[in-house]
T-cell receptor, first 112, second 113 residues
Framework: QKEVEQDPGPLSVPEGAIVSLNCTYS??????FMWYRQYSRKGPELLMY????GNKEDGRFTAQVDKSSKYISLFIRDSQPSDSATYLC????????????FGTGTRLQVTL | EPEVTQTPSHQVTQMGQEVILRCVPI?????FYWYRQILGQKVEFLVS????????KSEIFDDQFSVERPDGSNFTLKIRSTKLEDSAMYFC???????????FGQGTRLTVV
């Protein structure tokens, strides 16, 4: 079983839709959870992070962690064509600069 | 806004040659990382570096890889004898050491022919 699983998509939605992106993980040692956005042939850009279970909101983005189910989500409200990118979940076991373990990424296309 | 800078953006090299990938991390950061992404695959951790030594490395980071911080600003990844399977995007990242911060550069696309 992979440590982090993520549906690669592609996911195509119309502009203005609510997008739900998800990852599951198998290792209960993961404590920190991040979402990165990656445009084609660019580096990952940190969008949001959460520690332990709960929700965190930042503008149109909401990150959700359910540690009991080992399941994390990223919701994008009022999606825009500029949100079209690959979204990577990433996880970390400890807080002090330990390595990130990434999912494969979900490719999102927001159409006009 | 400060950013991580990587050079070159694209490097083509012959199999068996040595390559050095260069990175300038964000100036007040203390932790440095290399990740790679083979085309169509996930981003994979290679190595982390703190206080002038490797703090963690993956099984990918074998004896043909080395990292160095030759001066106060640069952070390099050397691949001694490149193989075809080393072809990938290599990302440098830096952070202050908290879980919230790992800023990635734009990557160097390495093509081994």
């Amino acid at each position: 079983q992979k440590e982090v699983e993520q549906d690669p998509g592609p996911l195509s939605v119309p502009e203005g839709a609510i997008v739900s992106l998800n990852c599951t993980y198998s290792n209960s040692a993961f404590q920190y959870f991040m979402w990165y956005r990656q445009y084609s042939r660019k580096g990952p850009e940190l969008l949001m992070y959460t520690y332990s279970s709960g929700n965190k909101e930042d503008g149109r983005f909401t990150a959700q962690v359910d540690k009991s189910s080992k399941y994390i989500s990223l919701f994008i409200r009022d999606s825009q064509p500029s949100d079209s990118a690959t979204y990577l979940c990433a996880m970390q076991k400890t807080g002090t600069a330990s390595k990130l373990t990434f999912g494969t990424g979900t490719r999102l296309q927001v159409t006009l | 806004e400060p950013e991580v800078t990587q050079t070159p953006s694209h490097q083509v090299t012959q199999m068996g040659q040595e390559v050095i990938l260069r990175c300038v991390p964000i100036s007040n950061h203390l932790y440095f990382y290399w990740y790679r992404q083979i085309l169509g695959q996930k981003v994979e951790f290679l190595v982390s570096f703190y206080n002038n030594e490797i703090s963690e490395k993956s099984e990918i980071f074998d004896d043909q890889f080395s990292v160095e911080r030759p001066d106060g600003s640069n952070f390099t990844l050397k691949i001694r004898s490149t193989k075809l399977e080393d072809s990938a995007m290599y990302f440098c990242a830096s952070g202050t050491g908290t879980a919230t911060e790992a800023f990635f550069g734009q990557g160097t696309r390495l093509t081994v022919v």
